[in-house]
C-alpha cells in the first residue's frame, strides 16, 4: 500500500511538472493525488461501493486543491488536474477496447459504461467542493451582514 501510495504521488508530481506547475506547488501537487488516491483506494478495500469511492477522493482532491490554492497562491487547477490522474479508470477504458477487440462487446459496453461512470463521478465530486464552499462563504457573510444591522 505504501508503494503504491508513493506512485500516486509521483505520478501527480510528474504530471504537475509536465504541465509546467510553479516549483514552489510541486510537494502539494503530489500530496493531493496521494491522498486523494489513498482515500479512494482505503473506501474501496473496505467494500465501499467503488462509485463511492471514487466520488470521496475526488472530493479530498477538491477539498485539498481549494486549501493548497488559496495557502500558496496558484490557481485551483493546478492541483485538481494533477491530483485527478491517479483516480482516472484509464485501466478499465483499456480492459473495454480490448474485450471490443475480442469481439466480446457485451463485456466491453459494460466496461466501458463503468469507466464513464467513474469519470463522471470523479467530475462530480470536484464539481461539488467549490458549490459547497460558495454556500458557506454565502451563509458566512450574510451572517456577518445581519450582526451589522443589530
Known sequence: MVLNMLLAFF?????????????????TVGLTGMLGWSVSRFLAYRNIPELLAAVSGALVIGILAEI???????????????????????TIFYNSMLQFLDNQYNAGF???FKAFLI????????????????????????????????
Do not use: C, M, N
Open 11 to 27: 505520478t501527480s508530481l510528474f504530471t504537475g511538472i509536465t504541465l509546467h506547475t510553479p516549483l514552489t506547488a510541486w510537494f
Open 68 to 90: 493548497f490554492a488559496r495557502w500558496q497562491k496558484q490557481p485551483v487547477t493546478v492541483y485538481i488536474v494533477s491530483g485527478i490522474i491517479p483516480l482516472v479508470p484509464g
Open 110 to 112: 459494460a466496461l466501458a
Open 119 to 150: 469519470a463522471s463521478y470523479l467530475a462530480a465530486g470536484l464539481a461539488i467542493v467549490p458549490l459547497i464552499l460558495r454556500q458557506i462563504k454565502f451563509f458566512w457573510s450574510r451572517g456577518k451582514h445581519l450582526e451589522k444591522k443589530r
